[in-house]
């Protein structure tokens, strides 16, 4: 199913980049054509304000009355479908979605064609599941399959587009869910070869394997500048939002009013407009002037940051790439030269990873798009730099804040859950009191009053002569039936007993003791050996497994000298002598 959407993926892809040349085209050049053509070039004059004004109008008008799920710039849509629906996303945002976002870029949006692909892609992706008997985790698959067929076919970047998956979509790192998305990049990427066209997207010429101590210096500079702007950016974008729910006017009117910013932005830097591949490919060459790349990266940071604020549907991928790239232009003026485009394309993978948070996706999606394998170490360090700066800096990134300010919580962090690598055997209690079949009834009463681990024990297993579990019985039902038996007379036990109790083992992680708890509501469970004898061991409690977290935490963050200066170097140091034991003898 996964192949079969990344091939419906990449023809989705070809559809949205078409109906953005076609759009375009009749916005500024009042021609039929779907070819793929710059706003810049436009002969408009100051009519050029009024076009984006236009095209917002519309967008308003769709969400208004079609559905207000096309608003935005697709990612956190896409996000907020996973959680919250269930991976179920509306048939019509399938097709409102790259319209709307056609029309916005096609119109002078500063936006690129990735959140919308991401959006529609898993919309494809998320209604062929829903025709088929699928859990929600498998709809989920599918849904982040379709997006990443997506990405895949419109930049010619699979490993990117499943990092970015991976890194923003699926949380998690599972076989289950990772070969079925990666199956439909790959099938994308190359069904794009034969529709599209080949990669790499944006050439550049040939760069030094090794740039030496300052060209390294240099990416750490960079980085930082990258993560600076990627802070700016990101507040930019939601001071905007912020602003634009103060006006006393319905949402549906604030798209309008980013197009007004937009095409006063296009009058003072034409190429601020639209999707910009022309102008990311310049920057790459290292064709532009100060002029040039100043007004790109001022003009281009405010109509983005506005718009998107405004609410209207367009992608951040290609914008970013482009700040990144200005700003890199305008550090190739003063950073170590090492050959045309080092350097926007340094600040292009950095300003990815920091703003979206997905390090490992930057690096790759800026390989993939210049097929620069050189550009690997510089890269690594730039990013990192600048997503170590954004994490320092902001709560969240430009993609999980719109979800945390719907009421939703998202961790972006991988990490080894500790119930996955502690054992049951580790936190389960063996000091217990055990019952015989047929017991007395002070056994039966000692055993209720009983306290060996400060902890009421509410369940009790029932054993035989060699230790063998042969049932439970709990507090409750034990503390009724004494209330009813004679002093001193043996108990019939039979009738409060479970004979076929739930139990876990000893060697068991303790997600599948969890697990268990969650699928049958119990709460406890006799420890026995597996086989035939079913030793009891011990019990295991609700309770126990908060060990395992406070395990956990003790490792996070109890600090221990383990080794000594000494230890190491004992003849620099000499031999430390022993603490005295009595104070008054030091």
Known sequence: ??????????????????????????????????????????????????????????????????????????????????????????????????????????????????????????????????????????????????????????????????????????????????????????????????????????????????????????????????????????????????????????????????????????????????????????????????????????????????????????????????????????????LPAEGAGFWPLVSMGAILGGTMRSPFAGVIFALELTHDVNMLLPLLIAVTIAHGFTVLTLRRSILTEKIARRGYHLSREYAVDPLEILFAREVMRSNIFTLSPTPRRDNVVDALRADPTKTLQRLFPIVDDSSRLTGVATRADLEQLVAKSANGAEMDITPVVRAAPTVAHPDEPLRFVVHRMAATGLTRFPVVTRGDDRKLVGIIALDDLLKARSLNLEAERRRERVLRMSFAFPFAFGREEPEPEDSQEA
């Not at 849509?77 to 019509?92: D, K, M, T, V």
């Not at 998305?181 to 944006?202: E, H, K």
């Not at 991928?317 to 990144?324: H, K, R, V, Y």
């Open 1 to 334: 199913m996964a192949i079969v959407i990344g091939v419906i993926g990449a023809y989705v892809a070809l559809a949205l980049l078409r109906l953005i040349g076609l759009f375009t085209n009749l916005f500024f050049y009042q021609r039929w054509s779907t070819a793929l053509v710059s706003p810049a070039g436009n002969h408009l004059g100051p009519l050029e304000i009024v076009v984006p004004v236009i095209g917002a109008i519309i967008i308003g008008l769709m969400a208004r009355y079609g559905s207000e799920r096309i608003r935005g710039h697709g990612i956190p849509e896409a996000i907020e479908a996973i959680l919250i629906n269930g991976s179920r996303i509306e048939p019509r945002v399938a097709i409102l979605k790259p319209i709307s976002s056609a029309i916005s870029i096609g119109s002078g949006g500063p936006f690129g064609a990735e959140g919308p692909i991401i959006m529609t892609g898993g919309a494809v992706g998320s209604l062929i599941a829903q025709f088929f008997h699928l859990t929600s985790a498998e709809r989920k698959t599918l849904l982040v399959a379709g997006a990443a067929a997506g990405m895949s076919a419109t930049f010619a970047a699979p490993v990117a587009s499943v990092l970015l998956a991976v890194e923003l979509l699926l949380f998690e790192w599972k076989p289950r869910s990772m070969i079925p998305v990666a199956l439909a990049a790959a099938t994308a990427a190359a069904a794009r070869r034969y529709i599209i066209g080949m990669g790499p997207l944006f050439p550049v010429p040939p760069h030094p394997a090794f740039i030496g101590p300052s060209g390294l210096a240099g990416c750490i500079i960079a980085g930082l500048l990258a993560g600076g702007l990627s802070m700016i950016l990101t507040l930019a974008v939601y001071a905007s939002e912020d602003a634009f729910h103060r006006l006393p006017i319905h949402w549906m009117w604030w798209p309008p009013i980013g197009g007004l910013v937009i095409g006063i932005g296009g009058l003072i830097s034409p190429q601020a407009l639209g999707v910009g591949y022309d102008t990311i490919g310049s920057l790459l060459q290292g064709n532009t002037g100060l002029h040039f790349i100043a007004g790109i990266l001022i003009v281009k940071s405010i109509i983005w940051a506005v718009s998107l604020g405004s609410g209207t549907s367009g992608g951040v991928l290609a914008p970013l790439l482009m700040m990144g790239g200005a700003l890199g232009g305008l550090e190739s003026m003063v």
